[in-house]
């Protein structure tokens, strides 16, 4: 079709690329601006990470981290009547995420969530890919302190935010970016379900065996 100008298109002379941004030290090297908009805070996003450290050593994404000796987070994930099973994890400098179901949606089968089957696939990838790479760890930002305490199931590290108080048994303020003992009343942690294994229980159970009491309307 003819072009605004009465030419063809094929015959038009075609835009002039963009100009490089040249650094000092290169030749023709393009410079590449990072425009994405910041959603989080680095403090707040370490908390996440430290958060999914632990689903890991002690949560559902156990076996996505079995044999892999440096630091990891993840979350497992699990749809509705067992259609989809995820484990979306990451290193320092990797981030992989595996889904395993139907094109078409049906059940993969009771208690086939995404720590059993999708968590061991994401090991396997992960270990090819960090095999011959050097271990880094998550950087921990300026002024955020690291408590440890025990949930029952082992020992937990949490992350807290400068002003932050995680509980009336230890007093955090003031230390730094050291370590501190906790409880698990501290953080919740003794409260906290097991959100597979609720899936996994019979209607009207709960996931440790006892009957589940509905809401108030």
């Known amino acids: 079709a003819p072009a605004d100008d009465g030419q063809p ?9 963009a100009p490089l ?15 994405r908009p910041q959603i989080a805070s680095p403090e707040s996003a370490f908390q ?3 958060m ?8 559902t994404g156990t076996l996505a ?11 497992t994930g699990t749809s509705q009547n067992f259609n989809d099973a995820w484990f979306a994890g990451y290193t320092p400098d990797t981030v992989t995420v595996v889904w395993v179901g139907f094109d078409a949606p049906q059940s993969l ?12 696939i994401w090991n396997r990838v992960m270990k090819a890919v960090i095999a011959d790479t ?5 950087r921990v930002p300026e002024g955020v302190t690291l408590a440890q305490y025990d949930t029952g199931m082992g020992l937990a590290i949490d992350a807290f935010k400068p002003g932050q108080l995680p509980g009336l048994s230890v007093d955090l303020r003031g230390n730094g970016a050291g370590t501190e003992a906790l409880t698990a009343a501290d953080t919740g942690a003794e409260n906290m379900g097991d959100s597979e294994s609720d899936m996994a229980a019979a209607p009207g159970q709960a ?11």
């Not at 999914?52 to 949560?59: E, H, S």
């Not at 089968?109 to 061991?120: D, L, Q």
Request: proline share 11%.
């Open 52 to 59: 999914l450290q632990d689903v890991i050593k002690r949560g």
């Open 21 to 35: 941004a040249v650094e000092a030290d290169a030749t023709d090297v393009p410079l590449l601006a990072d425009n």
């Open 109 to 120: 089968g009771k208690k086939e969530t995404g720590g059993v089957i999708a968590g061991p």
């Open 207 to 217: 996931a440790g065996g006892g009957t589940s009491v509905p809401a108030a309307a």
């Open 65 to 75: 981290g079995a044999g892999i000796d440096r630091p990891i987070a993840g979350k």
């Open 48 to 50: 996440i990470t430290a």
């Open 9 to 17: 298109a094929s015959a038009q002379t075609p835009p002039a690329p």
């Open 134 to 138: 050097p271990r880094t760890d998550f």
